[in-house]
């Protein structure tokens, strides 16, 4: 079995709020997987709070040095035409925003490759287009 993370569940891996220890806890249990989108998800929102002043430049940095490890041990699906192609179809169906089709199209690309996949996500209406398409939810 193998664990997809969106970026709502990815980030709380560097930045701390509830859900963290869980989405830690699952990270070392079983495969990781996320989309390339991950990467640019993480990175604005860490630059976002460095703006806002809820995050300094120096743990941004650390938190980039971080993700960018996490990235070379998890499987990364990459957003090519196969994936992209299934969120059209997905967009019909789910009011998801583009970014959440994506991470959509990403995980049922995976299933559809490895078999069982459990998709981790913080973000309701992403969730239940994820039970929808029948993808086993967490948390």
Not at 55 to 80: F, N
């Amino acid at each position: 079995m193998i664990r997809y993370f969106d970026a709502s569940a990815f980030a709380k891996r560097y930045i701390h709020s509830e859900g963290s220890r869980d989405v830690n806890r699952w990270l070392r249990a079983h495969g990781a997987a996320t989309s390339r989108l991950t990467e640019a998800e993480i990175s604005s929102a860490l630059a976002r709070r460095v703006r806002d002043g809820t995050l300094s430049a120096r743990a941004r940095a650390r938190a980039l040095d971080l993700l960018r490890s996490d990235l070379r041990r998890v499987h990364v699906v990459e957003l090519l035409p196969a994936v992209v192609e299934g969120v059209h179809d997905l967009l019909e169906r789910h009011p998801l925003r583009a970014a959440d089709a994506l991470h959509l199209a990403a995980a049922l690309a995976l299933h559809a490759r490895l078999g069982r996949t459990q998709f981790v996500v913080y973000d309701q209406r992403l969730a239940e287009a994820a039970r929808a398409e029948r993808l086993h939810v967490l948390p």
